[in-house]
């Protein structure tokens, strides 16, 4: 293993008979650092398996003066093996954060490769944006497919932590073996709600929807054609404190992982967003940190804007300030009335939200203070 100021390179494990290729594995965890940029591709000849390698090379620098980003990505693509496959529940999602050092890439790779594992995508940033406050950061995602892996789920988990541990990172490991259950609130707006029912059905979300609730029953039909059951909470000054225990009270009954906030017009106490901290996604019909609060088609179309937008984040005790997750925006002229606004607005708001909540179930989403980092699908 490697160490903060351990520069040598690790030595790597046999590789399984079952896993061939014309050009060995040692040299792709070789190449891999924190100093270059690797994109690979894998095809298939008629022979064997081929690799084609496409590298360009960027040096960096831990010094302050330094910035940027600096990217990496190792994807696979079928026809190598069955392990470069991700579209199955045999692949796995690794997301580590936490300062910058020599090794970390090649570590985490060795890790996984020394227990058979085979990595369908490997991508990683390294940025010096906040470089006053936390220094040089490391962000990784690692995707792989454990359906040939030589050790038990808890070992790996365990040898993941001791990894993170020494290099001082926060790590989180998803197996992909299980569906995270949903919670969509709504009020009565329902173009968000059937995006989200609508791109469930054809296999884009990766969740069950298990509860539709609302302070509201417009949209109940909605919920019905879906079949998908739905909760009627009534909410006023007086009451919201009761009402919100309740509604915490369903979602625990569900075990619910992840609530999406689809256009639902309630502001959600502290309480609540610290019970569920960046696992509530809420769609602004704004492009923030611009017309925070309510009416922001009104206020925009006031203020004779050229651009309207919507933002997905992370719902936090602090309104329309959390993490921005997803953004997109619309040309409008003088000529759009506020109705124009709210139509064209509409449409962004539906596909910015979908974009947000597949980002957060395929682990895509890395929080780093009041920033989101997001890796590409």
Not at 189 to 204: I, K, M, S, T, V
Not at 218 to 247: C, D, H, I, W
């Amino acid at each position: 293993m490697l160490s903060h100021d351990d520069d040598r390179r690790p030595t790597h494990p046999r590789r399984p008979q079952h896993q061939t290729m014309n050009v060995s594995t040692r040299f792709i965890l070789r190449k891999i650092s924190r100093r270059s940029i690797l994109s690979i591709r894998f095809s298939q000849s008629a022979a064997g398996g081929v690799l084609v390698a496409n590298q360009t090379r960027h040096h960096s620098s831990h010094s302050p003066q330094a910035s940027g980003v600096v990217s990496g990505s190792l994807s696979g693509a079928k026809g190598v093996s069955k392990i470069l496959n991700s579209s199955t529940n045999n692949c796995a999602r690794l997301l580590v954060k936490g300062p910058d050092a020599s090794g970390i890439v090649a570590s985490y790779s060795q890790l996984l490769y020394g227990h058979g594992c085979g990595i369908v995508d490997c991508a990683s940033e390294s940025s010096e944006s906040d470089y006053e406050i936390d220094g040089r950061m490391f962000f990784q995602r690692i995707v792989f497919d454990h359906s040939s892996m030589q050790a038990t789920k808890e070992l790996i988990e365990k040898e993941v932590e001791d990894m993170s541990f020494k290099f001082g990172m926060g790590s989180q490991l998803s197996w992909g073996d299980t569906k995270r259950n949903i919670a969509i609130f709504v009020s009565k707006y329902d173009h968000c709600l059937w995006e989200l029912l609508l791109r469930h059905r054809a296999g884009e979300l990766a969740c069950n929807i298990k509860v539709i609730i609302s302070n509201h029953e417009n949209l109940r039909p909605v919920a019905n054609t879906f079949k998908v059951p739905y909760f009627v909470f009534a909410m006023s000054k007086e009451t919201k404190l009761q009402g919100e225990n309740k509604q915490m009270e369903l979602l625990r009954e569900h075990n619910i992982d992840l609530l999406v906030l689809a256009r639902y017009m309630q502001v959600l106490s502290p309480q609540f967003c610290s019970t569920y901290p960046h696992n509530i996604i809420n769609i602004h019909h704004s492009f923030l940190p611009a017309f925070t609060g309510g009416s922001p088609y009104h206020r925009a179309h006031e203020r004779g804007v050229k651009l309207i937008g919507a933002t997905a984040h992370y719902a936090t005790m602090d309104l329309d300030e959390g993490p921005i997750i997803e953004q997109d925006i619309n040309r409008v002229s003088h000529r759009d009335d506020v109705k124009d606004l709210i139509r064209k607005g509409r449409t962004l708001e539906k596909n910015v939200l979908v974009s947000a909540v597949k980002a957060h179930l395929e682990d895509r989403i890395i929080v780093h203070r009041n920033k989101c980092i997001v890796f590409a699908e």
